[in-house]
């Protein structure tokens, strides 16, 4: 299935990168490096320069922490939402919400895409998102209410949960008017999982393939990472580099990531091998 999100055509024939970009001073990995609107811009054209198909701008972080009211979520997103719209028009912005009043806003602000990473506790940001012509990311993440870590959570099989909730949520969101093409499925790694719940729906994810939904992989830096490797996130790059290639071999098509720069190669490489995409040069052998 081709992406389309907003009007805006995504390339068919490579797999995507979706930067993440904090207005949040206490997010796990950066750590408040972009919640200034000047180092958050800086970003945003750095991503850019280094590949990213897509720019993800959040203003909560996702995990339990201070509470932040809806109006300092908008004045966390909103400005740099249309400052990233006037300087790179034809870039694909997507907001990091579960908000339907947050994702109202956004949208009018130029926002193509409404990430909604909580599985959809508030059922009116679907339609926000359909009444804007906008995107919408579907997360499996068990249940739980937003910001909240898993305990003791256990499935009968993980992955048939994820696929039930997520294709659920996706076909919900056509139903209410989001085009076909601008929805994407995220089986939510580490939301409501625990680390072996993360594992096993990385090597099931061709299930989560099969069902015809385009593939959203949120890997970077996460817990899970940590976990098989024993690293604090400052570490994890080349745990979720070898995590995103085997999720980019299985058929993923996107992914949320903090390192572009690291990743484009990557997804370069796993794409060629697939047959997606041809050499960059073709000289050994023929000259």
């Not at 904090?22 to 180092?39: E, I, K, M, V």
């Not at 907001?95 to 130029?110: F, I, P």
């Not at 599985?119 to 919408?136: K, S």
Request: net charge negative; proline share 6%; glycine share 10%.
């Amino acid at each position: 299935m081709g992406l389309r999100i907003r009007g805006k055509p995504l390339p068919d024939g490579e797999t995507l990168v979706m930067a993440i970009v904090n207005r949040t001073p206490d997010s796990f990995f950066d750590r408040g490096r972009t919640y200034a609107l000047g180092a958050a811009l800086d970003r945003v054209d750095q991503v850019v320069a280094e590949g990213a198909h897509v720019v993800d701008i959040g203003g909560v972080k996702a995990a339990p922490g201070q509470d932040v009211p809806v109006e300092e979520e908008l004045d966390r997103v909103v400005d740099l939402v249309e400052q990233v719209r006037a300087r790179h028009p034809d870039l694909v912005v997507s907001v990091d919400t579960y908000r339907s009043e947050v994702a109202d806003v956004v949208c009018r602000a130029g926002a193509d895409l409404v990430n909604d990473a909580w599985g959809g506790p508030d059922p009116r940001t679907a339609e926000v998102a359909a009444a804007h012509g906008a995107g919408l990311v579907c997360t499996h993440a068990g249940g739980l209410p937003p910001r909240t870590r898993p305990h003791r959570v256990q499935y009968a099989d993980v992955v048939q949960s994820v696929v039930d909730t997520v294709v659920g949520l996706a076909e919900r969101a056509v139903e209410v008017g989001i085009p076909r093409d601008s929805v994407l499925i995220d089986p939510g790694h580490d939301f409501g999982k625990n680390s072996r719940h993360s594992l096993e729906v990385t090597r099931r994810l061709d299930a989560l393939v099969a069902t015809g939904w385009p593939v959203l992989c949120a890997l970077s830096r996460k817990d899970f990472v940590g976990e098989v490797l024993d690293v604090a996130p400052d570490d994890r790059l080349e745990g979720t580099l070898a995590a995103t290639a085997v999720s980019a071999w299985l058929g993923a098509r996107m992914f949320r990531v903090h390192d572009v720069a690291a990743t484009v190669p990557v997804l370069r490489m796993v794409d060629a091998l697939a047959g997606r995409r041809d050499l960059a040069l073709a000289r050994r052998g023929l000259v």
